[in-house]
């Protein structure tokens, strides 16, 4: 009897750990939305450029919620002492969710269009061409959580 109820828990246990527990991956809404984001790099045509942005820029966070709104909050440091300390946007994907457009734009020369070239649990990152010293460049940047 016991070598039958040792079995029987041995049986129960492996059965219950083979269960399958994988739950569906996130959709890139619930990626995008899941939190703040905050700039960590740039590079424009190839090169970094982090260390040409403002310190008032580079503390900017951005929030995106599955409505298709969103926040951009100006951070510790403003650039321009007048300016709001937030401002609100629409956004949307575009093109099977390849283009996040956006109502605003969040850099000087650029659009309010972006190529997305990843989104993970903790890291965006975006790409357009943008308009430097009258040549067109492409602009990467990378925010994360």
Known sequence: MKKLLIILLATAFLTSCNKDDSTPPKTKTQLLTQ???RFSAATVGGSD???FLQTCQKDNTMTFAAAGTGNVDEGATKCNAPDPQSN???WSWQ???TILQVSAIFFTGGSNTFTLVALTETQLVLS???TVSGT???AVVTFIH
């Open 49 to 51: 450029v982090s260390a």
């Open 88 to 90: 609100p946007f629409t």
């Open 136 to 138: 067109p460049q492409n």
């Open 35 to 37: 939190g703040t984001w």
């Open 128 to 130: 357009q061409v943008i």
């Open 95 to 97: 093109s099977s969710e």
